[in-house]
């Protein structure tokens, strides 16, 4: 008779796949780099060195809270770098380093590990510390000029440039080409320039089946879609293309509105969390005092992920629906 002493019972899933948070998070991190490199290219080293400085200060602030707090550190997994890099993209190269820290305390202590951790939080660190960083408005709307000579660490003194959605609130056509914005040669947040770049960067996650496709298309689809419809008097498709290349749309759909904790984990959902970011994205850009409306779209439809999971979670199998009860005409009702 065979020993069933030193079987172990355990809770589902019992079929696990190879990929870990470590291994997702290091494709994060290569889909990323062509973005990088467009943006050293275009503004010089200390695109490099904020980005540096912003994956330390998360890796760092998340070990410090992890330590204080005698929990696991956990910085090996690589989410807090990957916060770090994503919180520099979303920011002008000419930041202080200073307020840089700042946003990756942010990020990763209050918004990350006081819900608990990766996987816990309800809302995108990064895109939540650039919120909380836009109460520096002077510093996180001074775009540099591209290919200004800037230091690498200390406090630039520029000239704010004009950035391709500034025009197009005003209803005009950026001065710089299609091609000048599909390639990054435009001012602009460091990692949000090129929507090439970013691009493949999503293709990459795609075909690694780190990301799906239905929040990104669903995403880009509805901002070019109201943009094609609604183009404030210029060209529909010269329009449309200068929205989808401008700004953080790019960077928001694929790697920020794809984020495994603050996005729905259905394929309906993930469709209506697409739509619903290009929705709030078109509404802010067109109507709001800003021109760009890609964080706060997102974190506003992260707060409604659990109400667009609820709606769209699928039925159990074998689930049979009870009857539902009928009137009776002296005002009772009947099973």
């Known amino acids: 008779?065979?020993?069933?002493?030193?079987?172990?019972v355990s809770s589902s899933p019992h079929i696990r796949h190879e990929d870990n948070t470590r291994q997702i998070m290091v494709d994060v991190i290569i889909?990323?780099?062509?973005?990088?490199?467009?943006?050293?290219?275009?503004f010089g080293p200390r695109a490099l060195t904020?980005?540096?400085?912003?994956?330390?200060?998360?890796?760092?602030?998340?070990w410090l809270y992890q330590r204080l707090m005698k929990k696991p550190v956990t910085v090996g997994d690589c989410s807090a770098l990957v916060t770090g890099i994503l919180l520099a993209y979303c920011l002008p190269v000419s930041s202080p380093m200073w307020m840089v820290l700042i946003g990756d305390a942010f990020a990763i202590i209050v918004v990350k590990q006081l819900y608990g951790g990766i996987g816990k939080n309800f809302m995108n660190p990064a895109l939540s510390a650039r919120a909380f960083l836009m109460s520096f408005p002077?510093?996180?709307?001074?775009?540099?000029?591209?290919?200004?000579?800037?230091?690498?660490?200390?406090t630039p003194d520029v000239v704010s440039s004009a950035t391709p959605l500034a025009s197009l609130k005003q209803g005009l056509m950026p001065?710089?080409?299609?091609?000048?914005?599909?390639?990054?040669?435009?001012?602009g947040s460091m990692g949000e320039i090129s929507a090439l770049a970013l691009l493949a960067g999503g293709l990459y996650l795609i075909s690694r089946k780190v990301i799906t496709f239905h929040t990104p298309v669903a995403y880009l689809g509805t901002v070019a879609?109201?943009?094609?419809?609604?183009?404030?008097?210029?060209?529909?498709?010269?329009?449309?293309?200068?929205?989808l290349c401008s700004g953080g749309l790019m960077l928001?759909?694929?790697?920020?509105?794809?984020?495994?904790?603050?996005s729905p984990v259905t394929k309906k959902g993930q469709v209506v969390f697409g739509i619903g970011c290009?929705?709030?994205?078109?509404?802010?850009?067109?109507?709001?005092?800003?021109?760009?409306?890609?964080?706060?779209?997102?974190?506003?439809?992260?707060?409604?992920?659990?109400?667009?999971?609820?709606?769209?979670?699928?039925?159990?199998?074998?689930?049979v629906a009870p009857p539902k009860a009928v009137k009776t005409p002296e005002g009772g009702k009947s099973k």
């Open 175 to 187: 001065n710089a080409s299609l091609t000048d914005l599909a390639l990054g040669m435009v001012g």
């Open 252 to 262: 928001g759909a694929i790697f920020m509105a794809t984020d495994y904790s603050t």
């Open 225 to 243: 879609l109201l943009c094609f419809l609604f183009p404030h008097g210029n060209g529909r498709v010269e329009f449309m293309l200068a929205e």
């Open 31 to 42: 889909a990323l780099m062509p973005a990088l490199a467009i943006a050293i290219y275009v």
């Open 278 to 319: 290009g929705l709030l994205t078109v509404f802010i850009r067109f109507f709001g005092n800003m021109p760009e409306g890609v964080s706060y779209s997102i974190l506003v439809m992260n707060a409604t992920v659990f109400l667009i999971e609820k709606v769209t979670r699928p039925r159990k199998y074998g689930f």
């Open 1 to 8: 008779m065979a020993d069933l002493s030193k079987l172990t």
């Open 50 to 62: 904020l980005t540096a400085v912003s994956a330390a200060g998360c890796l760092f602030f998340e």
């Open 138 to 154: 002077v510093i996180m709307t001074t775009w540099p000029a591209i290919r200004t000579k800037l230091p690498l660490f200390a």
